[in-house]
């Protein structure tokens, strides 16, 4: 999961940061290093993302 579909995500569900770091169990600044590519979702974290993608899709 890189930066840009992160942010894409977010974006589609209509969060901000803080919003979307709350309502997956992370920090503000956690989402913000993600989405300025800083680092990366560990993997419990890459498995609700592409979940989240999953369910906004159908």
Same mark, same amino acid.
């Given at each position: 999961?890189?930066?840009?579909?992160?942010? %894409?995500?977010?974006?589609?569900? @209509?969060?901000? @940061?803080?919003? $979307? =770091?709350?309502?997956?169990?992370? %920090? $503000?600044? %956690?989402?913000?290093?993600?989405?300025?590519?800083?680092?990366?979702?560990?993997?419990? =974290?890459?498995?609700?993302?592409?979940?989240?993608?999953?369910?906004?899709?159908?």
């Amino acid at each position: 999961m890189d930066a840009d579909r992160i942010r %894409t995500l977010r974006h589609r569900m @209509q969060l901000t @940061q803080e919003d $979307f =770091a709350h309502l997956i169990g992370v %920090t $503000f600044s %956690t989402v913000n290093r993600w989405e300025n590519g800083k680092s990366t979702p560990n993997r419990i =974290a890459s498995r609700l993302l592409v979940g989240l993608e999953k369910k906004l899709k159908s």
